[in-house]
Each structure stands twice: as structure tokens, then as C-alpha cells.
Nanobody, 124 residues
Framework: QVQLVESGGGLVQAGGSLRLSCVAS????????MGWFRRAPGKEREFVAA????????YIADSVKGRFTISRDNAENTVYLQMNSLKPEDTAVYYC?????????????????WGQGTQVTVSS
């Protein structure tokens, strides 16, 4: 089963940028649609962005549209989340997850396995 490791989180001021990376352990990475989700303190896990296996189609949550971009490099077994114009309400633990289908969904229940998460904190 593929293993996922996120990195790139940290503390940033409002308006700043971060790029999260998620590296997969398998060379079959291109067999998986990928997603990014986040969980803020006291809230449910929510969809952020997803990308098809080929990277040809992306899906972005309305709350981050225009600020966040998802991309992938199948040669490097890596999916990225570029986060710009960060806001304090973006503070959360961010998780990447895999789905062994062509197309992702926005439902976290459709994904697995998951990475361990990386903390993003945006100060005002």
C-alpha cells in the first residue's frame, strides 16, 4: 500500500505563501488520484483540492479558489499544494490522501491511505 509523507507546513503571516509537498512511496503513484484535505481545531476534516491521475484536471474548494493550486509530478511521485494569500482561517493540519481511481472526489471517505499531516499556522 502506498505510503504518503507531507512536508512544507509552518508558521506564516497573513498574506504569505507556502508550498506543501506529499511524496508517495510507490512507483505506481500515477495510478492514484490525489487529494488535499485539512482539519482545523474543533472542526471536521474538509476538502481543499484534488487532482486526477494524469494531472489533467483539478478540483478546488470554493473557500480557497483563486489562492490555492494543486499539481503533481508523477516522475517524482509527488503532489503539491501551492497556497498563496494565506488567511488566519487557513490554519489547520493539512493531509494528503490517495484514491486508486482515475478521478478523485471531495469526500474524505473515498480516500485512503492518508499521510500523517503537516501543520499550517497563519498569524494575523
Amino acid at each position: 500500500q502506498v505510503q504518503l509523507v507531507e512536508s512544507g507546513g509552518g508558521l506564516v503571516q497573513a498574506g504569505g505563501s507556502l508550498r506543501l509537498s506529499c511524496v508517495a512511496s510507490e512507483r505506481t503513484f500515477s495510478s492514484y488520484a490525489m487529494g488535499w484535505f485539512r482539519r482545523a481545531p474543533g472542526k471536521e476534516r474538509e476538502f481543499v483540492a484534488a487532482i486526477t491521475r494524469s494531472g489533467g484536471t483539478t478540483y478546488i474548494a470554493d473557500s480557497v479558489k483563486g489562492r490555492f493550486t494543486i499539481s503533481r509530478d508523477n516522475a517524482e511521485n509527488t503532489v503539491y499544494l501551492q497556497m498563496n494569500s494565506l488567511k488566519p482561517e487557513d490554519t489547520a493540519v493539512y493531509y494528503c490522501a490517495a484514491r486508486r481511481r482515475v478521478v478523485p472526489t471531495r469526500d474524505p471517505a473515498d480516500f485512503g491511505p492518508w499521510g500523517q499531516g503537516t501543520q499550517v499556522t497563519v498569524s494575523s
